[in-house]
């Protein structure tokens, strides 16, 4: 049931649609069409004048309630041989619109666009059209054959034709000739020459038409065409052979022959060739730069013109109220040209503007320089962000190298830590397993009964030794870690070195062999060092030790030597053993490091514990590569040491000279001789 339900209802839409369809495709036949206003531009809309006006036009429009739609087409007018493109672009533009249907207006944008409609012959029906930024004067535009550089076309004038064009208006900017010459006349009497430049346009052929027509009042005054058409070498030669006596005319000077646009440079160019001359404009062109001032037209937008005219069309259907509007006129100036050509602002008309054009320039033009700053100081900012995201970059960058170099160093030594502890571990095996052998076997051999009593004290020795030698290995493993540590506090006092030495050379006397003699070489015969003298006792015994091992005939010289010029006491230990080859006298302070292997009694961190203790005094310790008798330690111990928690250094105190160096000689007994 459901199912038959659903069936009948999109049977029921369906017939629905098949009859509201049809009526609504002919409510929109009957609807009526909005109607339309067609824009025929010159030039480029987007251009500030014509965007101008265009923007005007279209608020008017819609604030008179008028609804149309406007439409803007563009003819893209250059020079004067594109004439005949202009006019059947416009034929086919209104063309377009007309068949389109509700074309209710047509506003010509320029003089271009207005000859070109002018031209056509022909006004369509039951339209408005207006006429905008047009001057009252033109020219009827030329058929292919005739737009060569010598066409001299006559004037036209548009307002004379008002009658015949039926259903037109406009604004019409008027162009006054005479009023120029005459302004030329009152500031220069004795001129007798005047020249009219013109360019490639269809407004500077116009143009230099009119002049021509009006220049026929003044048959005293030679009119010489400084015409565009003619090429830029004919012009300049034109203008650069003007005679004293003359003045120039600037009508427009957009275009060249060639008919792409000219620079503003190639105006200055062409004044300049002939920089005596004054230079008037009939346009306002040139005024601000190479043109002292004219009587130009008051150039109005024209959308306030134009748009009641629509606004009275639309509302009566009546053209009559369709008129053309002329444009006022005024004379204007610049002040910076008039004080250059040293012109007085009371011998000018009555009536006349003179302004700073530059200012007006930048007033006119201050949004844009606003903008112009504001970019300006966004790009520095910019570039400030840029710059500083660059050091940044480059900063991080740097320091990411740097840890990755520490971290590449820190994993070195990691893995140097992590052989050093192997290394380590295994010669602490080593080292502690042979005492403890030593020790182990013999006490378990001290028990047997049958041992004779001069074998048992013999092992007893032995397990004496064992114990003391693994003792020594303990405390060195214990005070080497406690430096590198930092745990080991120094207790700094003022010593009696001299009496030291003597003392650590009597005390090392039994540790000496046979036949070998135990000196004590010192410049001073007393002299005060503040240090540890306990930690200075250690490096000294370690060092008078080490040399006992290895010297088997000759002497041990203990030396004391005062370095005043750098600061140091220099303790010498010197041994006529083996010596040590240059290629392992760094070798032997790193730990367990034994130049005989394992023949000669020890633990190998002897000279180790006495480098540490030497860096910790801020001294220094190494073998003299210069000795070549056996071997020399020397450890320079700083005179000044800045006690801890200490503001100031304790330096060594005096020392008594001696007037020759002492020489101590001690015996195998320990006793001390001279």
Known sequence: MTRNIAIKCGVLLLIGCCILFPMSLRAQENAPERESILVISSYNPDTRRMSSFITEFERKVVASGVPCDIYVETLECKSINDAPIWISQTDNMITRYENRGGLRAIVLLGQEAWASFVSLGRIPENVMCFSCFVSSNGIVLPPPADSTGAWM????NYMEMADSLRNVGGLLNKYDVRRNIELIRSLYPEVENIAFISDNTYGGIS????????MKNYPDLKLVLVDGRDGDEAAHQAYASLPLRSAAI????RVGSDGEYLMQRSLNDLVQLNPRIPVFSITGTGIGDVAVGGYI???????AAIAPQIKEYYATGKMDATHFHLTGSEYRFDSRKLKELKIAEYALPKGSIVEDTVAAKLSKYSH????????IVLLVLLLIFVAWLFLRTRRLKRTLEEREGQLVVAREKAEESDMLKSAFLANMS???RTPLNAIVGFS???QGEELSQEERAEYCAIVVNNSEMLLTLLNDILDISSLECGKIKFNYSSEEIVQICQHILMTTAHTRQEGVEGRLECAVGSYMLVTDVHRLSQILINLLTNASKFTSEGSITLGVEIDEEHGEVLFSVTDTGPGIPLDKQEMVFNRFEKLDGNKKKGTGLGLAICR???????GRIWVDPTYTGGARFIFAHPIGIRFPGDGENREGGGFEPSGHAKTLHIAEDGSLRR
């Open 368 to 375: 844009y320089i606003e903008q112009l700053v504001a970019g």
């Open 297 to 303: 037209p008051d150039y109005e937008n024209g959308a």
């Open 430 to 432: 080593h080292e502690i």
């Open 612 to 618: 540490q203790i030497a860096m910790i005094f801020g």
């Open 153 to 156: 076309p006559p004037a036209v």
């Open 250 to 253: 600037l009508g427009t000077w």
């Open 444 to 446: 378990s051999l001290m």
């Open 207 to 214: 143009l230099q038409a009119l002049v021509r027509e009006e």
